[in-house]
């Protein structure tokens, strides 16, 4: 990937249980932000983090920045069966004009 | 809002016909981006427009393919000629800019398969 890396690459787990995964990502950042893909379908926005933030919540997504690092990570908590997707970090150049996307976790959540 | 539209949702095509896939931003959206996913290459960013300009088509793979985007609420990516090595989803986002917080909104993708 050109920007953005995720890890790891597959996930399982059983139904409760926490999951976390990382991006790390090459330049300096405006925002970084999380997005899940469905099989099959198109990709959804979680959760954005500007390059100031440095611990963002959204109801059981929890997502951390480390702009030192050029890292972030992305913790859902008492995961769900309907959790199992890919998540995709994304970042935009603090340039403004450059966009990529990581190259994703594969999360699956055992029942 | 009916989200982004992406038609068709399917397309399988032979080596060497002319494919067009289209997009419709959500009304208002100001930037518009094309997008393609393979097991292989992941997601890549194909280009992407503001207002109607293209500002960054680095991301194309060669020069069979083309995007253009005519009015605000429409834009095509062709692909003349479609080789095998193009079947991958096609995906259409777009987004309203506000600095700092401009989530991309995407469509449902387009699966084109080229024999």
């Known amino acids: 990937s050109q920007q ?35 099989s099959g379908r198109g990709l959804v926005h979680l959760i954005l983090i500007r390059s100031n933030e440095r611990e ?7 997502v951390t920045l480390d702009t ?10 008492a995961s769900r069966a309907a959790d199992t997707a890919s998540y995709f970090c994304a970042t935009r150049s603090n340039t403004g004009n450059q966009f990529y996307f990581g190259t994703g976790t594969s999360l699956t959540v055992i029942p | 809002d009916a989200g982004v539209i ?17 997009c419709k931003p959500i009304s208002g959206h100001d930037y518009l981006f094309w997008y393609r996913q393979t097991m292989m290459r992941g997601l890549e960013l194909l280009i992407y427009f503001n207002n109607n300009v293209p500002i960054d088509d680095s991301g194309m793979p060669e ?17 003349q000629p479609s080789e095998p090595r193009d079947s991958a989803v096609y995906f259409c986002a777009s987004s309203l800019f506000v600095w700092g917080a401009d989530t991309q909104y995407f469509g449902p993708g387009t699966r084109l398969t080229v024999l």
């Not at chain 1, 963002?56 to 929890?62: A, D, I, P």
């Not at chain 2, 397309?11 to 002319?18: I, K, P, R």
């Not at chain 2, 020069?63 to 692909?79: E, G, H, V, W, Y």
């Open chain 1, 56 to 62: 963002k919540h959204s109801g059981r997504l929890r």
């Open chain 1, 68 to 77: 030192s690092k050029k890292s972030s990570s992305l913790l859902i908590t």
């Open chain 2, 63 to 79: 020069d069979r393919f083309s995007a253009k985007m005519p009015n605000a609420s429409f834009s095509t990516l062709k692909i």
């Open chain 1, 4 to 38: 953005g890396e995720e890890d790891p690459q597959a996930l399982s787990i059983q139904e409760g249980e926490n999951a976390t995964m990382n991006c790390s990502y090459k330049t300096s950042i405006n925002n970084l932000q999380w997005y899940r893909q469905n």
């Open chain 2, 6 to 22: 992406q038609s068709p949702r399917h397309e399988v095509t032979e080596m060497g016909q002319e494919v067009t896939l289209r």
